[in-house]
């Protein structure tokens, strides 16, 4: 099993959608968590810190939940420029040193 | 933009060559990072420095080597290139934020290097 695990994708949605990621982890010692967004054959770029109470940045929702190990991103009002594949890390350790990717959900929106 | 460049962009080699990647970074950030990233895979850790002349390995460190002798720069040597490290290379950096609390922990990443062993 895999340490980081998303949900396999792809997922077509329409615009507007409301659309929503899951990503679980194995590693009870985990200490922080992001999601990244990563456009066709660019870098991955930083979306959202997921804190422990949730977190909101416009149309983005993210849930921590710590006691099932699971990380959650929700996307309301789908636009096509949300197409892209969308990344869960998990940090391991205390330090910021030790980072985890998962193999990613790919989104494509659909006029 | 972290200020992150990488190069070459992309690279085509024979097994058996030497070659060295590198990451300049210009806003003095103490931790670099390097990754690779394969299909099925995600991104997976190879080496990361926490200052100058100090390193340590990643996940997946074999067949790699780093030095980072100033600040801005964080090199990646493959001592013999391998097919097996075909691959698309990434650098970060995780600005180190004043009181360090594990939720700024934020990684920005460099736009790769794609390198083929042939």
């Known amino acids: 099993r895999k340490e980081v695990e998303q949900d396999p994708g792809p997922f077509n949605v329409p615009e507007g959608a409301t659309v929503a990621f899951n990503c679980t982890y194995s590693n009870s010692a985990s200490q922080s968590f992001f999601w990244y967004r990563q456009d066709c054959r660019k870098e991955p770029k930083l979306l959202m810190s997921v804190y422990s109470s949730g977190n909101e940045d416009g149309r983005f929702t993210a849930q921590l939940n710590r006691a099932s190990q699971y990380i959650s991103l929700l996307i309301r009002d789908s636009k096509l420029s949300d197409s892209a594949t969308y990344l869960c890390?998990?940090?391991?350790?205390?330090?910021?040193?030790?980072?985890?990717f998962g193999p990613g959900t790919r989104l494509s929106v659909l006029p | 933009d972290a200020g992150i460049t990488q190069s070459p962009r992309h690279k085509v080699t024979e097994t058996g060559t030497p070659v060295t990647l590198r990451c300049h970074q210009t806003?003095?950030?103490?931790?670099m990072y390097w990754y690779r990233q394969d299909p099925g895979h995600g991104l997976r850790l190879i080496h990361y420095?926490?200052?100058?002349?100090?390193?340590d390995k990643g996940e997946v460190s074999d067949g790699y080597s780093v030095s980072r002798s100033k600040t801005e720069d964080f090199l990646l040597t493959l001592e013999s290139a391998t097919s097996s490290q075909t691959s698309v290379y990434f650098c970060?950096?995780?600005?180190?934020?004043?009181?360090?609390?594990?939720?700024?922990?934020?990684?920005?990443f460099g736009p790769g290097t794609r390198l083929t062993v042939t």
């Open positions: 970060a950096v995780r600005p180190q934020r004043g009181s360090e609390v594990q939720s700024s922990y934020e990684q920005y």
């Open positions: 890390v998990v940090n391991r350790d205390n330090y910021g040193q030790n980072f985890v």
């Open positions: 806003e003095n950030h103490r931790y």
């Open positions: 420095s926490y200052g100058v002349k100090d390193t």
